[in-house]
């Protein structure tokens, strides 16, 4: 069974500054899908990036970026210029590509805030 | 852009009582999922629906859930007889394509007393 270990509880950030959050998976498939979800106070689930496991290319959107590491099974989300809008829990997630339902493996989650 | 909407926000319910969480996914789309989140820990997948049948369910889903496309808009999840340990936050999510991106409703925060 695939799952998604995120070793940072809480992580903090100074506004402007640029901070990384971990991720590690454990699985063996070798064709897969990862996130990153942004769960505001609100707790809606907003998804903030998303990477194919086939693809070398580190996805971007905009200030957020991934750093994947196939081999070492990691998927870091870097975000940079951060704001105070950033501040919110974190979840990596996984899903396999094949058709299975696609169901989505969370990680704990990682607490980021923003200081001024 | 589209939504899944969840109703209602929150509940709050009798312990053994039944209660109904209510979806509706964006219209286009395919696959359709339960997801719960217990306060402070992460979120747990629950059920997967396609093509108006189960296609996967998790350990959590016992015979005490069950979910429903009654009329091919609304996605129900229905727990026969609440527990205090069911209290949680309930997302259901949609998706068009096996290869394409979730969206996730706003959740039913559902308090069991």
């Known amino acids: 069974a695939q799952t998604v270990t995120q070793s940072q509880p809480e992580m903090s950030v100074q506004e402007a500054e640029t901070v990384t959050l971990s991720c590690t998976y454990d699985t063996s498939e070798s064709d897969y899908y990862l996130f990153w979800y942004k769960q505001p106070p609100s707790r809606q689930m907003i998804l903030v990036i998303r990477q194919e496991a086939y693809k070398q290319q580190n996805a971007t959107e905009n200030r957020f970026s991934v750093n994947f590491q196939k081999a070492a099974k990691s998927f870091s989300l870097k975000i940079s210029d951060s704001q105070l809008g950033d501040a919110a829990m974190y979840f990596c997630a996984y899903r396999s590509a094949g058709w299975q339902g696609g169901k989505l493996i969370f990680g704990q989650g990682t607490e980021l805030s923003v200081k001024p | 852009e589209p939504e899944v909407t969840q109703t209602p926000s929150h509940q709050v319910t009798q312990m053994g009582q039944e209660v109904i969480l209510r979806c509706v996914p964006i219209?286009?789309?395919?696959?359709f999922y339960w997801y719960r989140q217990i306060l402070g820990q992460k979120v747990e997948f629950l059920v997967s629906f396609y093509n108006n049948e189960i296609s996967e369910k998790s350990e959590i889903f016992d015979d005490q859930f069950s979910v429903e496309r009654p009329d091919g808009s609304n996605f129900t999840l229905k727990i026969r007889s609440t527990k205090l340990e069911d209290s949680a936050m309930y997302f259901c999510?949609?998706?068009?394509?096996?290869?394409?991106?979730?969206?996730f409703g706003s959740g039913t925060r559902l308090t069991v007393v």
């Open positions: 219209s286009n789309h395919l696959y």
């Open positions: 999510a949609s998706r068009e394509q096996l290869y394409y991106g979730y969206t």
